[in-house]
């Protein structure tokens, strides 16, 4: 097709042209190699790229309290396919605190994974779990299980935007012993976009309402401020929201429950991969 205009055109310029050596003919193609190639190595490569994020404190003296968080983000992608994994552990105690006491003010963890198949450029169909833990909640095991179908707006070097939504099934079990399970629905959004050359904002949620009780209703937020202080190593601001509207029962004053709202405030140090 790029040959075809310079030969009409030329046809059209002469009554008669010489037809042109083989190796001429080869040369436009030639001269295509090396787009292809920058183009190939642009598109997703099937590595794991993502960043591993830790902070800690610890105090001596008239506290002896000491504190460590580690997040974590890994996402490999294909043509049509996607894989992404997350982390988070946080731990804080008090190392004063006497018998009978814990000594734990904060210990929690989380995991989920997720798996995107697109079935064109925009639109994909999805898996995905999540396991919880968290002390200070009386939340003893908290996982979901759904699928679901996404949409990415986009997917560039200055804006990330996708929207999800499905159906999740729920688990809840407490310290306390008891249980609940049910159908949610699941939404979820992500939103990343580059500010400066150096700043990024990062905001992504998540929501399970029931099906079957409208009062039982849990979600999670992350949003965070991330700069890249050299090539491979960035520092983030973060704020982590988890929301449950149906809280376990505080154990230190029946029947009161305990706080719907659990947030987090993280200053770390990171590296990308």
Known sequence: MILLPMV?????????APAPAADQALTPLSALAPALLQEAEEGPDGTWHGNVNVGLSKSEGNADVESYSLDARAVREFEQNRYTLEALWLLSRDNERGAGESAFLQRRALGSVK????????????????????????????????????????????????????????????????????????????VWTRISKNLVFGHFGEV?????????????????????LTESMIARFSWLLTFDNTPAEDPDNPPARLQRADNVYLLTVGWTF
């Open 8 to 16: 009409l055109g030329s046809a059209l310029a002469a009554p008669i």
């Open 115 to 190: 798996y995107d198949q697109f079935l064109d450029e925009k639109l994909y169909a999805l898996v995905t779990g999540l396991a919880e833990t968290n002390f200070r909640a009386a939340v003893d095991l908290r996982w979901t299980l759904g699928a679901g179908l996404g949409y990415q707006f986009r997917d560039d070097d200055n804006w990330r935007i996708n929207t999800e939504f499905g159906l999740s099934y729920f688990n809840e079990e407490f310290d306390n012993g008891d249980e609940f399970e049910y159908v949610s629905a699941r939404f979820a959004w992500d």
């Open 208 to 228: 399970f309402p029931s099906l079957d009780d409208k009062d039982d209703f849990y979600g999670r937020a992350t949003t965070y401020f991330e700069s890249q």
